[in-house]
């Protein structure tokens, strides 16, 4: 083969390469994610192209566990693990409704309240336990860019878990 007709057929691969990359949301995996298992929890950091379709969820907390219980307490509303899963499944709901999925969050802020029956500790690992299930795994691989902190407290008492997410993708 001619080193010219060569040359043409690496430039519009090239091209062709370049011109898809543009069109799609790329995830950077962690540097650690090979050797450390947190790391493989969320992304270092997305490139989100121009034209693609963005979602913002506000922060959402969970529904009530244990009618039971005395109203607005951890008792109420659960563990960490609980109030975690709650707030997920909501998230999930409201993607839905809206034609996305969970595999196109792209960003997560999750805020933890220390847990009083773990000595006011933020039960990260039980977060993490929850997480797990939905991000990350061989059904839905993608994990978003993520900041966890405990806070001192969230506006209803009992919360012990608040999410805000941004979701994106491009639209067929």
């Given at each position: 083969?001619?080193?010219?007709?060569?040359?043409?057929?690496?430039?519009i691969l090239l091209i062709s390469m370049t011109a898809n990359a543009g069109n799609n949301i790329t995830r950077y995996k962690n540097?650690?994610?090979?050797?450390?298992?947190?790391?493989?929890?969320?992304?270092?950091?997305?490139?989100?192209?121009?034209?693609?379709?963005?979602?913002?969820?506000?922060?959402?907390?969970?529904?009530?566990?244990?009618?039971?219980?005395?109203?607005?307490?951890?008792?109420?509303?659960?563990?960490?693990?609980?109030?975690?899963?709650?707030?997920?499944?909501?998230?999930?709901?409201?993607?839905?409704?809206?034609?996305?999925?969970?595999?196109?969050?792209?960003?997560?802020?999750?805020?933890?309240?220390?847990?009083?029956?773990?000595?006011?500790?933020?039960?990260?690992?039980?977060?993490?336990?929850?997480?797990?299930?939905?991000?990350?795994?061989?059904?839905?691989?993608?994990?978003?860019?993520?900041?966890?902190?405990?806070?001192?407290?969230?506006?209803?008492?009992?919360?012990?878990?608040?999410?805000?997410?941004?979701?994106?993708?491009?639209?067929?």
């Amino acid at each position: 083969m001619p080193i010219h007709r060569l040359l043409t057929i690496v430039s519009i691969l090239l091209i062709s390469m370049t011109a898809n990359a543009g069109n799609n949301i790329t995830r950077y995996k962690n540097p650690a994610h090979m050797t450390e298992a947190w790391a493989r929890e969320f992304s270092e950091s997305i490139e989100i192209p121009a034209g693609v379709d963005q979602l913002l969820l506000s922060g959402v907390g969970p529904m009530i566990a244990d009618a039971a219980a005395p109203a607005d307490t951890v008792q109420s509303y659960g563990d960490t693990e609980v109030q975690t899963r709650s707030v997920l499944l909501q998230i999930k709901s409201t993607l839905e409704k809206r034609g996305y999925a969970m595999g196109d969050i792209v960003s997560m802020q999750a805020l933890i309240v220390g847990d009083p029956r773990k000595g006011g500790e933020a039960d990260f690992a039980g977060f993490s336990k929850v997480y797990n299930q939905f991000f990350g795994t061989k059904e839905q691989p993608n994990v978003p860019v993520r900041t966890r902190a405990q806070v001192v407290r969230l506006v209803p008492p009992g919360w012990l878990v608040e999410i805000t997410v941004t979701v994106a993708k491009r639209r067929p």
